[in-house]
């Protein structure tokens, strides 16, 4: 009985959903618990979870967060900086303090946010480096 009771208690305090995941992983925090902290600074990670005990040695997202922000911030300042030239024709030093600026927010803004989502999205399904061999390791 009691057991059972002690079950039902870390089923709550573990996320199940992908939206909770979601949540999880844009608010920077454990994958698992949603409430301690993943990052000890900038990017760099927390050995293990201060709440749940989760230990993130998992976490591998690679150069997935800066590739994705890559994408969205250039589409996003060449567009616009491509509709200016077109439409007002500014001189050269314009563009630079214009996009300097929003290349910076736009990439190191949402760097953080992006690689818990990754992270958070990899301990939700799973993921893992594949092995040959299978169990043989
Ligand atoms: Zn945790």
Known sequence: MQAVSYIAG???DTISTLAGSVRAGLACAC???GRGKLFRGF????????????DYGFADSGDGPAVFIMF???AIV???ALVTEALYHPPY?????????????LTLGPLR?????????????????????????
């Open 10 to 12: 870390m089923a709550q």
């Open 31 to 33: 994958p698992r618990c």
């Open 93 to 105: 030093w314009v563009h630079a303090v214009l996009w300097l600026p929003l290349i910076f927010i």
């Open 43 to 54: 990017l760099s990670l927390r050995p293990r979870c201060d709440v749940c005990g989760l």
């Open 72 to 74: 969205l911030a250039g």
């Open 113 to 137: 946010p992006m690689k818990g989502l990754m992270i958070a999205l990899q301990y939700h399904h799973k993921a893992a480096e594949s092995r040959f061999g299978g169990d043989r390791a």
């Open 78 to 80: 060449v567009g616009a």
